[in-house]
């Protein structure tokens, strides 16, 4: 993986990778809402109202995703150095900040009708809303140094400490009593969900994890951009 660490050849790899990220994140995306709002039934218990787990679910699994890519590429960025696994983390912290705030606003719309209130503070909405400032917190201090360099190792400092809420996140209907079921796709047994609602739910899943790169992609190649740019003009001030 270290040949990569060259941002010429990480540039020529997002590039050819990201036309297949986009198609696959609209097309899974499109299929994914037909099924969830036209082919799958209504449920028995929670009626219409349960196809927002659709987009809440895929979201929450999102939020968890982009920060264990946001930790895993800061202390890569951290130990070797690699400019561009901090680029990588800088370009993911707002994607996932974004997923964790649709998963924290899907989640009320859902709980309100399921639960009686908009917000309880059990252990999993408590932790999901931690997650969240975890995200504001890395963007906040990452742009708070004059030196790019060192704030990006501050940042990075913080996202792995704040790892350790991701599987606090995963196993807190495990560990405390919450309002939350405890999992039922990826689970010992198998999925202990009906077809007709795991096949939308996958698909959602899996244009979320698309549009994630893409859109990561997308910053990436914005980010280096942007400093071609100012170091031209640098040279230009220069000369």
Known sequence: MHRFANPTRFLKLIGALQPWAAGLSLICIAAGLYFALLASPADYQQSETVRIM??????????MFCYSALAAASAVGLVWRHLIAHVVARATAPI??????????????????????????DARLTSVLILLFLYLGYMALEGAFDDRARGARAAAILAIVGAINVPIIKFSVDWWNTLHQPASVVKMGGPAIDPSMLTPLLLMAVGYTAFYFW??????????????IQALRLRQTGA
């Open 215 to 228: 859109v990561m992609f997308v910053r990436v190649r914005a980010e280096f951009n942007d400093a071609r």
């Open 54 to 63: 659709y987009v809440h679910v895929p979201a929450a699994w999102m939020a």
């Open 96 to 121: 996932g900040a974004a997923f964790t705030f649709l998963a924290l606003a899907t989640g009320s719309l859902w709980g309100k009708p399921m639960w009686g209130a908009w917000w309880v503070w």
